[in-house]
């Protein structure tokens, strides 16, 4: 029996589909903004069942991947080629476009594997591209980047959530993001030992406390 061929990555268009975008939460005008970042194969609708168990203060949009991949969609080449970065690239111009056309601004980003990326990707290009970060299962790209010196130096907040039994994660990675993160961000870690490649209630309910310290310090 052959193993089925990983579908390829089809690039859908270099910029983010306004038509795509499921729009949740708090609709008062200026109200700050929290970005939601699938994984691969995923969709937009996917992290926006996490919406009612977050701060009620934020508006919520989750944005669909601008490459498909079978039956969904993907931010960058899979499996992951740390020789190629321009599918993350891409992904990551466009929505650095679709934040700066926003009328309120972008308070940070909840992002799933792929979209944990992308999101760490986005302040690799520009440390104030977000105030925060959620990274679920995610990992930086794992080549270096221009901007990651200015990283380090600003070092904004960042919770990681992961499993202890994530398949994508072996030890050596596992210690490779966490000495990342540690060197780059100001990094919380949540790791769950039993969880494999998902989220948990408790995690859940670390980044509804973390997206709650956020909105303190900003005085919202």
Same mark, same amino acid.
Not at 117 to 124: F, M, P, T
């Given at each position: 029996m052959s193993? $089925?061929?990983?579908?390829?990555?089809e690039l859908i268009a270099p910029r983010i589909d306004p038509v795509a975008v499921v729009d949740l939460g708090?609709?008062? =005008?200026?109200? $700050?903004?929290?970005?939601? /970042?699938?994984?691969?194969? !995923?969709? %937009?609708?996917d992290l926006s069942e996490l919406v009612p168990l977050l701060p009620p203060e934020y508006r919520y949009l989750s944005l669909r991947g601008t490459h498909r991949y079978g039956p969904g969609y993907a931010w960058l080449e899979h499996p992951l080629d740390p020789?190629?970065?321009?599918?993350?690239?891409?992904?990551? &111009? &466009?929505? %650095?476009e679709f934040i700066a056309a926003q009328d309120a601004p972008v308070a *940070? &980003?909840? *992002?799933? !594997?792929?979209?944990?990326?992308?999101?760490?990707? /986005?302040?690799?290009?520009? $440390? %104030?591209?977000? *105030?925060w970060?959620?990274?679920? !299962?995610? &990992? =930086?790209? =794992?080549a270096p980047m221009p901007g990651d010196a200015a990283l380090a130096e600003a070092r904004p907040p960042v919770l990681w959530g992961h499993g202890?039994?994530?398949p994508l994660?072996? $030890?050596?990675?596992?210690?490779?993001?966490?000495?990342? /993160?540690?060197?780059?961000?100001a990094v919380e870690e949540v790791r769950r030992p039993s969880l494999g490649h998902g989220v948990d209630q408790v995690e859940i309910e670390q980044v509804a406390a973390f997206l709650r310290r956020r909105l303190r310090e900003a005085g919202t």
């Open positions: 193993t $089925p061929a990983t579908p390829p990555i708090n609709q008062a =005008p200026g109200a $700050p903004i929290v970005l939601l /970042l699938h994984g691969v194969g !995923s969709h %937009e609708r020789e190629h970065p321009e599918s993350l690239q891409t992904s990551a &111009a &466009a929505v %650095e *940070g &980003a909840i *992002g799933f !594997s792929q979209g944990g990326i992308l999101g760490l990707q /986005l302040l690799r290009r520009d $440390p %104030e591209a977000l *105030g970060l959620v990274q679920l !299962s995610g &990992a =930086p790209f =794992p202890g039994m994530d994660f072996g $030890p050596d990675r596992e210690d490779a993001v966490r000495d990342f /993160l540690r060197a780059h961000t």
